[in-house]
């Protein structure tokens, strides 16, 4: 471009923008929101408290959580991320329960990344003596802690998996072999 152009190019990960391109930008590294200013502000506007600290670990606009939070596919992936991890605690069917409902109801991939990002909170909750964001002591886990940091990795990678556009079904049995036969 000439001279007088200008371009902003924002991002909310610079580690997925090319080298180049940085290397051609000035970098403007802008201050979020505390997240528990964030948390407080949601509740102030009628939000419940633990879909607003669920929310905060995904996003950091009020107006796109509050756009979710009208979507009703939201409440629906919770609730599958939360029936899920019971199943996965009480040794209930899990590998059924990931493939018949979580496969046929969270079939986009935000719908997918939502859904497990709430269960890797769901585990790292797990972890903590106090419960942060689920206040709920049926949510413990009795496993030891280097095994709940591995089923948190193994969600983790398989998040990162749905960035190179892998199949939902496929990854959902990956995920269900870490974390039942690893």
């Known amino acids: 471009p000439s001279s ?21 930008c000035q970098l403007l590294r802008l201050k979020t ?26 996003f950091n606009d009020k107006e796109e959580i509050l756009n979710i939070l009208e979507d009703e596919s939201y409440q629906e992936i919770k609730d599958l991320a939360f029936e899920a991890f019971l199943n996965f605690k009480n ?19 935000e719908q997918f990344t939502l859904f497990l990002g709430i269960l890797e909170l769901l585990f790292k909750d797990s972890l903590l003596d106090n419960l942060s964001i689920f206040e709920n002591e049926e949510l413990k886990l009795s496993y030891e802690k280097q095994e709940i940091e591995k089923f948190v990795y193994s969600i ?12 939902i079904a496929l990854l959902i049995d990956d995920l269900c072999y870490k974390l039942r036969f690893e």
């Open 91 to 109: 040794d209930s069917d899990f590998i059924y329960f990931m493939q018949r409902s979580v496969a046929s109801k969270v079939n986009k991939k």
């Open 33 to 58: 929101t505390s997240k528990e200013g964030l948390i407080n502000e949601l509740v102030n506007d009628g939000v419940g408290k633990e879909d607003a600290k669920v929310l905060v670990n995904f």
């Open 156 to 167: 983790i990678m398989c998040r990162e998996k749905i960035d190179l556009n892998a199949n």
């Open 4 to 24: 007088d152009v200008v371009a902003i190019l924002t991002c909310e990960n610079i580690t997925k923008v090319l080298p180049t391109i940085i290397s051609r």
